[in-house]
Nanobody
Framework: QVQLVESGGGLVQAGGSLRLSCAAS????????MGWYRQAPGKQRELVAT???????TNYADSVKGRFTISRDNARTVYLQMNSLKPEDTAVYYC?????????WGQGTQVTVSS
């Protein structure tokens, strides 16, 4: 089992920045991919960004490229730096962990961007 705990959400004005953190605990695999997804009211959950354990490979949704940066400092912690936030970035952001055994989700953290 893997447990994920997110932090760093909140309310920010358009153009502002937030940094999300996600700490993984439990049985962490030597090969894993972690990432962030988001779900706005009335919409499906969508990928925001993912990163391999080594940090050598990242993937971003087109809507956040150039504004968001995903990073990780070890096998258990991943960050999402969000700059130039827009009202359409408002959503619950979920941390995600994947390895050969399966997929795990955090409880989510609310990000609200006011115009």
């Amino acid at each position: 089992q893997v447990q994920l705990v997110e932090s760093g959400g909140g309310l920010v004005q358009a153009g502002g920045s937030l940094r999300l953190s996600c700490a993984a605990s439990g049985s962490i695999s030597s090969a894993n991919v972690m990432g962030w997804y988001r779900q706005a009211p009335g919409k499906q959950r969508e990928l925001v960004a993912t990163i391999t354990r080594s940090g050598g490979s990242t993937n971003y949704a087109d809507s956040v490229k150039g504004r968001f940066t995903i990073s990780r400092d070890n096998a258990r912690t991943v960050y999402l730096q969000m700059n130039s936030l827009k009202p359409e970035d408002t959503a619950v952001y979920y941390c995600n962990y994947m390895d050969l055994r399966g997929t795990y989700w955090g409880q989510g953290t609310q990000v609200t961007v006011s115009s």
